[in-house]
């Protein structure tokens, strides 16, 4: 198993671990619910996709991508959104994110933070990439891929995706 996937892993395991729910939700009697339709994984792996749509839209293609049998409207996100803590993204940040994932315990700091540069773009793809989304525009639907790329500036390293367009994502 690859290190990325060890680490998607490791994230996997402290969403779902009752320790971390109890700490991160706002009240103890929130995410107790076992028929929950959002329950604190599935909002917490929402909220790490970092939607760029309208939060219906962005609610939809979740749930359409990840294969749940429910539906759910944008006010159901923002009470359950409420009652998650911040502090959930701070413990995820500094103690998997920012953890020796790269380097082990010997990277290179700036005043004792790591200094990451990050870059995005949305690019159009051959018409007829199936693979792709498209996006819709007064005339075509135009297929667009979104890129991003993170570079370690002290470290001088960069994250490269072993990425196969042809491969089918396995829902997870």
Known sequence: MSRLMVF?????????????IAKHRTKTSYFTRCTAKMTFDKLITFLLTLPRQSAQIAINRFIKEKGYEFTLDKQSLFEAREKLSH???????????????AYGADFKTFAGFRTIAVDGCVFDVPA????????????????????AAFVDILNQSSYKPNYNPTAQAKPT
């Open 8 to 20: 998607i892993h490791k994230i996997e395991g402290a969403i779902l671990d009752a320790a971390f």
């Open 87 to 101: 502090t959930a993204f701070i413990d995820l940040n500094n103690n998997y994110f920012l953890r020796d994932y």
């Open 128 to 147: 007829g990439a199936d693979t792709f989304g498209t996006h819709k525009t007064n005339g075509e639907p135009s297929p667009k891929a979104q890129g």
